[in-house]
């Protein structure tokens, strides 16, 4: 996958073409993820993927608005009959853009093969300037346990072309038989400043390969276990990516490969060792870290008391008097010695607090959890009722929910603080740039600002007369407009619009509008 940043001054200007021949296959629009996206498949069985643009071509936008139309709604997804949509190398087919889940302006490009598998598009062909060696900024030695591995020494580390090194030439002394190293680093091209991971990431023991990451392709269906590779309580807290050469049992990325004892090194001896860690780009330039290593010292990992075994490949479950959570077969990545808890709710009276383990460990399936509702005869409309987890900072996340015998239930991938909480208010419509009876004739948008305090925008109607149109949403910027068009007559009409949240809570507002 690459990037192209884009120029953003006023307007978005970069053009988008056709990286080969071909014919375009798949047209997605969504307000979330890759935004506006057009697939296009070649005649080698590659499709290209075009991403967060701001607009397609002519005859690419008439087919998606015609199709917005007879769906009666923004997100869509279409797939035209083969070869209908025919492009040339070089064709413009779409212009740069922040839709989607986007960061900033740019175009973000994919090749993926017959299996719709995304490929490292360098290996075939694709020249990018890069003689800069790939860098590593930090280091970690974890002390290996069965069921905790989140004690570790940090090193931090300084680089000389493609020499890595820390700050001092002392041997480190490791207080466990069992470790493994991770590092903290990235790689760039000429020019640019993206920071991009390695193309391989190689772990040695005495110039023993213990493990080997490799970023020539990815698919779909593993990309959720990037979350074992890496330290993700580190990424949880501080976003920064420690890659382990440690393979925990229920990791099946297959861009792992070499991996001895999964990845964990031994120690037997008090005899110096050398760990070294190899980074390479695609280039082929590779930077080396080697360090002195030594057995010494004797650490004595933390018991936690009050734990249950949960073994990664069986079924597990918890119930107390306030919640049950269910965890099914190949949910963890490793078996933990699982704790949970609940505490006195300050937040909201609906529930217990119910603290579920550990937030820093990631979890691969979705799980099932139901919280007892207190004074249930109490409480009308339950339908309103729901369950938010608490970030690091406290701040409510909403996670679904529906009420039913008592308790209210929904599914989660993530181990944390839940409560039930209720959502009762409707979303908020803040007008731009429209009042009553106001003339629009100038204006090529109506625009406005729409947010809601809990469950989030659900869904969102504009009708004018009576009759649906086109509304567009970027959720980035709370912004919900409809660009004037040819549905739009001369004369007095009625708009509306209509804001609804995922608890059925919902908003309107009317104006009447003039058009020249």
């Not at 009666?72 to 212009?95: C, M, N, T, Y």
């Not at 920064?240 to 070499?258: A, C, G, V």
């Not at 208010?425 to 009042?435: D, E, L």
């Not at 948008?445 to 009759?467: E, M, N, P, Q």
């Amino acid at each position: 996958m690459l990037t192209y940043k884009t120029l953003y001054i006023i307007v978005l200007v970069s053009k988008v073409v056709a990286s080969a021949d071909g014919y375009v296959s798949r047209i997605k629009v969504s307000p979330w993820g890759y935004g506006n996206a057009l697939y296009i498949t070649h005649p080698n069985g590659y499709t290209s993927v075009y991403a967060h643009l701001q607009k397609y071509n002519d005859t690419i936008a008439k087919l998606v608005k015609q199709t917005q139309y007879k769906q009666k709604r923004f997100d869509v997804e279409i797939f035209p009959e083969k070869g209908s949509i025919k492009v040339k190398q070089g064709q413009l087919i779409a212009h740069s853009g922040n839709s989607g889940s986007s960061g900033g302006p740019h175009v973000h490009f994919e090749i993926r093969n017959g299996a719709q598998q995304p490929i490292n598009p360098l290996i075939l062909g694709i020249k990018v300037a890069d003689n800069q060696y790939p860098r590593m900024r930090k280091f970690r030695i974890y002390y290996y346990d069965e069921f905790n591995n989140s004690d570790f020494q940090e090193i931090s580390l300084k680089q000389n072309r493609s020499k890595v090194y820390k700050a001092n030439s002392d041997t480190i002394n490791i207080p466990t038989n069992n470790f493994y190293p991770a590092v903290e680093g990235f790689d760039r091209f000429n020019g640019a400043n993206n920071k991009n991971g390695y193309y391989k990431l190689e772990f040695y023991l005495d110039n023993k390969l213990h493990s080997r990451f490799t970023a020539d392709k990815l698919d779909f269906r593993e990309k959720r276990y990037i979350n074992s590779y890496i330290d993700y309580n580190t990424f949880k807290d501080i976003k920064q990516r420690f890659q382990r050469s440690y393979k925990e049992p229920n990791t099946h990325l297959r861009n792992i490969s070499s991996v001895v004892n999964n990845g964990v090194m031994s120690l037997s001896d008090d005899s110096i060792h050398k760990l070294k860690i190899i980074a390479y780009d695609f280039a082929g330039q590779k930077s080396t870290l080697e360090v002195a290593i030594r057995l010494k010292g004797r650490y004595k990992h933390k018991h936690i008391a009050n734990t249950t075994l949960f073994e990664w490949n069986h079924a597990n479950s918890y119930k107390n008097s306030n919640f049950e959570f269910s965890i099914p077969k190949n949910a963890l990545y490793s078996s933990q010695q699982f704790w949970a808890s609940t505490s006195d709710n300050k937040i909201t009276t609906y529930s217990q607090v119910c603290n579920i383990y550990d937030i820093g460990v990631p979890l691969h399936k979705y799980c099932q959890l139901k919280i007892k509702l207190q004074n249930a005869d109490q409480i009308k409309d339950k339908s309103k009722l729901c369950i938010i987890s608490l970030n690091s900072k406290n701040e409510k996340i909403y996670e679904g929910g529906k009420y039913a015998d008592g308790y209210v239930s929904t599914k989660t991938r993530s181990f944390g603080s839940y409560l039930i909480d209720m959502d009762t208010i409707a979303p908020i419509i803040k007008a731009n740039n429209v009042f009553q009876n106001k003339n629009i004739t100038k204006q090529d948008k109506l625009s406005f600002k729409v947010t809601d305090d809990l469950s989030g925008i659900k869904k969102y109607i504009a009708t004018l007369d009576g009759k649906w149109i086109l509304l567009q949403f970027d959720p980035k910027r709370n912004h919900l407009y409809y660009v004037i068009d040819e549905h739009f007559e001369a004369g007095k009409h009625k708009f509306e619009i209509i804001v609804i949240d995922s608890k059925g809570n919902s908003n309107v507002k009317s104006y009447d509008l003039i058009r020249n």
